[in-house]
């Protein structure tokens, strides 16, 4: 969730020299990479990028409605958040959405990411998932799903008219063993969030932070302080904020971090 920052690294010779490109032989290698490996914590990891997608897609165009989550319970197994930004259009979705490494938000500093795989973080927990985008008076439903060649597919379901507010909603099947595990995610995703972007919760009521702590972009949370059943995941170590977004950190990299200890006291 970290912003990208890049670094020319120059090679300089008198000598001429014969240069080749990287590339990616098997695609369908990278993708099972990136669904099976990368995250430790696979629904913990999807819920917070749906929902900072969500958040950022706001940002992008100065939504000030809230963006809606909708926790999955045992008469809905499913995980929704739905957005009011401006929509994935057919040019975005086939040449941002569906590639890795693409992405909108690398030269905007107001957003969270930027690598190019969070939109693709379903697939981490599921082999397909809903996307409705409405754009401008269209809705287009798509199902993304791995596909038989394992590199992954978006179908086009459905085109309608319709008068439904710009903006995405995504949607994933949950396993009615995980659905506390959703929830829990969803309260910790947006615990710290500031308020005027606190999202309007479903099926889970929204709890309660602490008025005392001043969060800004980032902040570290000593150890010593008490958190909901659902930040306790971190053992004895420090939480590390990132734009309302809680992360472990050590204390070896807090003691080198400078950054004030927000304490809440």
């Known amino acids: 969730m ?11 010779s008198n000598q001429q020299t014969e240069s080749q490109s990287f590339g990616i032989g098997d695609p369908s290698v990278v993708i099972e ?11 913990r990891t999807l819920v917070q990028e749906y929902m900072s997608n969500a958040r950022d897609a706001h940002r992008e165009i100065g939504q000030a409605k809230r963006i809606q989550v909708t926790a999955p319970t045992h008469f809905d197994a499913t995980f929704k958040v739905r957005d009011f930004g401006p929509g994935i259009s057919p040019d975005r979705m086939a040449n941002v959405f569906v590639l890795y490494g693409a992405s909108t938000k690398r030269q905007n500093q107001n957003q969270t990411g930027g690598f190019g ?3 693709k973080s379903a697939w981490s927990y599921a082999d397909g998932f809903i996307i409705t985008s409405i754009v401008d008076g269209t809705k287009r439903v798509y199902h993304a ?11 086009l379901l459905e085109t309608t008219s319709t008068d439904e507010s710009n903006g995405c909603e995504i949607q994933i099947a949950v396993n009615p063993k995980d659905i ?26 929204r709890a309660t932070k602490p008025k005392t702590y001043d969060l800004g972009h980032l902040s570290i949370l000593s150890r010593n302080e ?19 977004f809680p992360y472990n950190l050590t204390r070896d990299l807090v003691d080198k971090t400078p ?7």
């Open 2 to 12: 970290a912003r990208i920052t890049t670094q020319q690294n120059k090679f300089e």
């Open 33 to 43: 990479i990136l669904r099976n490996r990368l995250y430790e914590h696979k629904i």
């Open 117 to 119: 795989i969070g939109a």
């Open 145 to 155: 799903h791995v596909g038989s060649s394992n590199v992954g597919q978006l179908d």
């Open 180 to 205: 506390t595990e959703f929830q829990n995610s969803i309260q910790r995703a947006c615990y710290f969030w500031n308020d005027s972007e606190m999202p309007e919760l479903t099926n889970i009521v």
């Open 226 to 244: 008490s958190f909901p059943t659902f930040l306790n995941l971190y053992g004895r170590s420090d939480v590390l904020v990132v734009d309302g």
């Open 259 to 265: 950054v004030h200890i927000v304490t809440g006291k």
